[in-house]
């Protein structure tokens, strides 16, 4: 490119961007005088003037730094959490190499983007990134390789950055290729590295990562957005002992590199990878669970019920476009319940209960593998649309393999804890209560919570029963899927659907009743509760009455207490007593009766020990502190420690222990944890 080209695209960009108001009368001088006047504010794009080797002798750029904070805002008109412009164009396939560096904590390579064009003239190509390192950006076109000009932005808090790569003047419509160089930043908030002493071998280190909602783009350049899907080939050299993994079916292996391919298209945020010492156990004809050898086997044995379950979920959905689905069973610091990964699920140590009785998640993220893997949502916004839905369909896998009333219970159980959610969580924010939320002035972390799920599945819930129950609405469920398989799509793309299917028939009617502002659009619970089978809840129900209104003494001559619940009663009814607005007589006696009557010190259910730690809290024990926060340390699930932490914000005797505790493990949390936890305990 010429000198005058360069000196006319820098021109250009800084005027755009109001970096500085210079004349170009001496472009050398100019670039300069930028240089100089900015250098000390540490915010890096790039200058076409300045190079390594002297003005306009390389491709290699210097960073120079741009002095304009940019609002929050809306980000794109697609997705308000991405710059991209996928109206403008799409990223179809992307091969990833990588090496994978565990002495520097960071990936190191290249992705190559094969790109379609959707608009005529297009002059730049933005995407999203977010601390990255892009060492070089080129054009591949007809054989040959054209070195282009690249500008990263100022970063937005919790949001990331925009790439914009420039393209020749005359880019037609249609296939385009850009190779970029780059490495991760040793913190990337969708990575985790693992000392070999946080690991169980302690002899190995361990990586892996955690892309939902917008973390893909601290890990690749990309439209991080769920409104662009796209396959991938990945090659990954890493060290020989140790086993990678990715969402995606391998292809080769041989020490030290592995190749893998994702055929199906899926957006950013379901790329993934872990590497460490790993071993596998087989759980049915395409499906393994992967761990690090001492707990295998443990896991084998738990989620035993795996090929049942994807076996349910496929009748239900239809057929299982994905080929394999193995589970890998994460190190404690993994933040989620679950992550539906194609092909891969990560799934947390929390689950292994000895009983079975928590792989219901399992359930959970199987089913992702139609609705949010298949059918996305378009943006975050419209979040139910993924995880309203994979409820929906999880418990009708736990229907139709454990009965009818586990169904009901399951789903009132799920608003026990709903209402907890908009109580605490969600009490200074009650627009993030609506079904669909505006993330105009919102990172989608912010955004999350258990609304979208259980309001989400509720709505779903009320549909059914107003339609005229399974048998009518299960078949518009598969028509839906198979009608939106492979798109991103946003409420109204649901809504149109239920219309076309149900328009000619004799339901039509029915379409008519559906209030879709009151759920769309209303805060706090479900405007309307659908008529569940209430027998199993009600057992759970009279219990957290019994234990919140009566004292010690009249508990200990209650034969009710006596009575025999199932452990899934058990979590619901400790859930229902935290949820109670008075407890007679919380003191250390009668948490103690309680932990006597049910055998909760014995417990290895995360989701029990989770809620007698929060009784603890709120009996005010402060002896037991350091008990309470073992328990927070022992697992960085954000389910389980954001409401410790909360609840413990809130308790003035105890919060400033809370926080040292946080200071001195935040570094062991991913990103999307410590950052919330950061903010539940107001030091953000």
Same mark, same amino acid.
């Given at each position: 490119?010429?000198?005058?080209?360069?000196?006319?695209?820098?021109?250009?960009?800084?005027?755009?961007?109001?970096?500085?108001?210079?004349?170009?009368?001496?472009?050398?001088?100019?670039?300069?005088?930028?240089?100089?006047?900015?250098?000390?504010?540490?915010? $890096?794009?790039?200058?076409?003037?300045?190079?390594?080797?002297?003005?306009?002798?390389?491709?290699?750029?210097?960073? *120079?730094? !741009?002095?304009?904070?940019?609002?929050?805002?809306?980000?794109?008109?697609?997705?308000? /959490?991405?710059?991209?412009?996928? @109206?403008?164009?799409?990223?179809?396939?992307?091969?990833?190499?990588?090496?994978? @560096?565990?002495?520097?904590?960071?990936?190191?390579?290249?992705?190559?983007?094969?790109?379609?064009?959707?608009?005529?003239?297009?002059?730049?190509?933005?995407?999203?990134?977010?601390?990255?390192?892009?060492?070089?950006?080129?054009?591949?076109?007809?054989? /040959?390789?054209?070195?282009?000009?690249?500008?990263?932005?100022?970063?937005?808090?919790?949001?990331?950055?925009?790439?914009?790569?420039?393209?020749?003047?005359?880019?037609?419509?249609?296939?385009?290729?850009?190779?970029?160089?780059?490495?991760?930043?040793?913190?990337?908030?969708?990575?985790? &590295?693992?000392?070999?002493?946080?690991?169980?071998?302690?002899?190995?280190?361990?990586?892996?990562?955690?892309?939902?909602?917008?973390?893909?783009?601290?890990?690749? $350049?990309? !439209?991080?957005?769920?409104?662009?899907?796209?396959?991938?080939?990945?090659?990954?050299?890493?060290?020989?002992?140790?086993?990678?993994?990715?969402?995606?079916?391998?292809?080769?292996?041989?020490?030290?590199?592995?190749?893998?391919?994702?055929?199906?298209?899926?957006?950013?945020?379901?790329?993934?990878?872990?590497?460490?010492?790993?071993?596998?156990?087989?759980?049915?004809?395409?499906?393994?669970?992967?761990?690090?050898?001492?707990?295998?086997?443990?896991?084998?044995?738990?989620?035993?019920?795996?090929?049942?379950?994807?076996?349910?979920?496929?009748?239900?959905?239809?057929?299982? +476009?994905? %080929? !394999?689905?193995?589970?890998?069973?994460?190190?404690?610091?993994?933040?989620?319940?679950?992550?539906?990964?194609?092909?891969?699920?990560?799934?947390?140590?929390?689950?292994?209960?000895?009983?079975?009785?928590?792989?219901? =998640?399992?359930?959970?993220?199987?089913?992702?593998?139609?609705?949010?893997?298949? =059918?996305?949502? %378009?943006?975050?916004?419209?979040?139910?649309?993924?995880?309203?839905?994979?409820?929906?369909?999880?418990? %009708?896998?736990?229907?139709?393999? !454990?009965?009818?009333?586990?169904?009901?219970?399951?789903?009132?159980?799920?608003?026990?804890?709903?209402?907890?959610?908009?109580?605490?969580?969600?009490?200074?924010?009650?627009?993030?209560?609506?079904?669909? +939320?505006?993330? #105009?002035?919102?990172?989608?972390?912010?955004?999350?919570?258990? =609304?979208?799920?259980?309001?989400?599945?509720?709505?779903?819930?009320?549909?059914?029963?107003?339609?005229?129950? $399974?048998?009518?609405?299960?078949?518009?469920?598969? @028509?839906?899927?198979?009608?939106?398989?492979?798109?991103? *799509?946003?409420?109204?793309?649901?809504? #149109?659907?239920?219309?076309?299917?149900?328009?000619?028939?004799?339901? %039509?009617?029915?379409?008519?009743? +559906?209030?879709?502002?009151?759920?769309? /659009? #209303?805060?706090?619970? $479900?405007?309307?509760?659908?008529?569940?089978?209430?027998?199993?809840?009600?057992?759970?129900?009279?219990?957290?009455?019994?234990?919140?209104?009566? /004292?010690?003494?009249?508990?200990?001559? #209650?034969?009710?207490?006596?009575?025999?619940?199932? *452990?899934?009663?058990?979590?619901?009814?400790?859930?229902?007593?935290?949820?109670?607005?008075?407890?007679? @007589?919380?003191?250390?006696?009668?948490?103690?009766?309680?932990?006597?009557?049910?055998?909760?010190?014995?417990?290895?259910?995360?989701?029990?020990?989770?809620?007698?730690?929060?009784?603890?809290?709120?009996?005010?024990?402060?002896?037991?502190?350091?008990?309470?926060?073992?328990?927070?340390?022992?697992?960085?699930?954000?389910?389980?420690?954001?409401?410790?932490?909360?609840?413990?914000?809130? &308790?003035?005797?105890?919060?400033?222990?809370?926080?040292?505790?946080?200071?001195?493990?935040?570094?062991?949390?991913?990103?999307?944890?410590?950052?919330?936890?950061?903010?539940?305990?107001?030091?953000?």
């Amino acid at each position: 490119m010429s000198i005058a080209k360069r000196v006319q695209q820098w021109a250009t960009f800084a005027r755009t961007w109001h970096i500085y108001d210079c004349t170009w009368q001496n472009p050398f001088e100019s670039a300069k005088l930028v240089k100089t006047h900015l250098m000390g504010l540490h915010k $890096p794009i790039y200058h076409p003037m300045i190079s390594t080797r002297g003005f306009c002798s390389s491709h290699r750029l210097l960073p *120079i730094y !741009q002095i304009q904070k940019r609002n929050m805002g809306r980000l794109g008109t697609v997705d308000p /959490s991405s710059y991209s412009q996928p @109206d403008l164009i799409t990223t179809e396939h992307s091969v990833l190499n990588w090496k994978v @560096d565990f002495a520097a904590t960071k990936l190191q390579g290249s992705v190559l983007h094969k790109f379609n064009v959707l608009s005529t003239n297009l002059e730049q190509i933005i995407l999203d990134v977010r601390d990255i390192n892009v060492t070089n950006a080129t054009l591949l076109a007809g054989g /040959s390789q054209l070195p282009i000009n690249f500008f990263i932005s100022d970063p937005v808090d919790d949001i990331g950055q925009k790439l914009t790569l420039e393209l020749p003047s005359g880019t037609a419509k249609g296939s385009l290729e850009v190779l970029i160089d780059y490495e991760t930043s040793s913190s990337a908030s969708g990575l985790q &590295w693992l000392s070999p002493a946080q690991t169980l071998g302690k002899e190995h280190p361990y990586m892996f990562s955690q892309c939902q909602a917008i973390h893909a783009r601290s890990v690749i $350049p990309c !439209q991080d957005t769920p409104a662009v899907k796209f396959t991938y080939d990945a090659y990954v050299e890493h060290p020989s002992e140790l086993t990678a993994l990715m969402s995606a079916i391998i292809q080769k292996k041989e020490p030290g590199k592995t190749q893998f391919k994702q055929d199906v298209p899926i957006p950013a945020y379901l790329v993934a990878i872990a590497i460490g010492k790993l071993v596998f156990r087989p759980l049915g004809e395409n499906s393994n669970v992967w761990a690090e050898e001492a707990i295998v086997d443990a896991c084998a044995e738990e989620f035993s019920e795996t090929a049942v379950m994807l076996k349910t979920a496929s009748d239900l959905c239809g057929p299982y +476009v994905w %080929k !394999q689905y193995d589970l890998l069973v994460m190190p404690p610091s993994f933040p989620f319940g679950g992550m539906e990964n194609p092909c891969l699920t990560f799934v947390t140590p929390t689950l292994l209960a000895g009983d079975k009785s928590l792989a219901d =998640v399992v359930a959970h993220e199987i089913a992702h593998s139609w609705t949010g893997n298949l =059918v996305t949502n %378009k943006n975050f916004e419209h979040f139910w649309l993924n995880e309203g839905f994979t409820v929906f369909v999880e418990s %009708k896998i736990v229907g139709r393999m !454990q009965g009818a009333k586990e169904l009901d219970f399951k789903m009132l159980s799920n608003l026990t804890d709903l209402q907890e959610c908009i109580r605490t969580q969600l009490d200074k924010t009650p627009e993030l209560t609506k079904l669909v +939320v505006d993330l #105009s002035n919102c990172g989608p972390d912010d955004a999350f919570s258990s =609304v979208p799920y259980i309001k989400g599945s509720t709505f779903l819930r009320y549909l059914e029963d107003l339609f005229g129950g $399974p048998s009518v609405f299960e078949p518009f469920l598969r @028509d839906y899927l198979k009608k939106y398989a492979y798109k991103s *799509i946003e409420t109204n793309d649901f809504k #149109s659907a239920l219309y076309d299917y149900f328009k000619d028939t004799d339901k %039509k009617d029915k379409l008519e009743a +559906v209030d879709w502002d009151l759920w769309l /659009s #209303s805060e706090g619970m $479900p405007p309307i509760i659908p008529k569940f089978d209430e027998s199993l809840a009600n057992v759970t129900k009279e219990l957290a009455l019994l234990w919140s209104s009566k /004292s010690v003494a009249e508990l200990n001559d #209650s034969p009710d207490i006596k009575k025999t619940i199932s *452990i899934h009663q058990l979590i619901d009814f400790l859930g229902k007593l935290i949820e109670s607005k008075d407890i007679v @007589d919380l003191t250390e006696k009668k948490i103690e009766l309680l932990e006597s009557t049910y055998n909760l010190k014995a417990s290895k259910n995360a989701e029990v020990r989770f809620r007698l730690n929060r009784l603890i809290i709120r009996a005010r024990l402060i002896k037991r502190l350091d008990e309470i926060i073992a328990f927070a340390n022992s697992n960085f699930r954000m389910k389980f420690c954001r409401p410790i932490y909360r609840d413990l914000a809130g &308790w003035p005797e105890a919060k400033p222990a809370a926080v040292r505790n946080f200071e001195s493990v935040k570094d062991q949390m991913m990103a999307v944890c410590s950052h919330t936890i950061e903010k539940d305990l107001g030091l953000k």
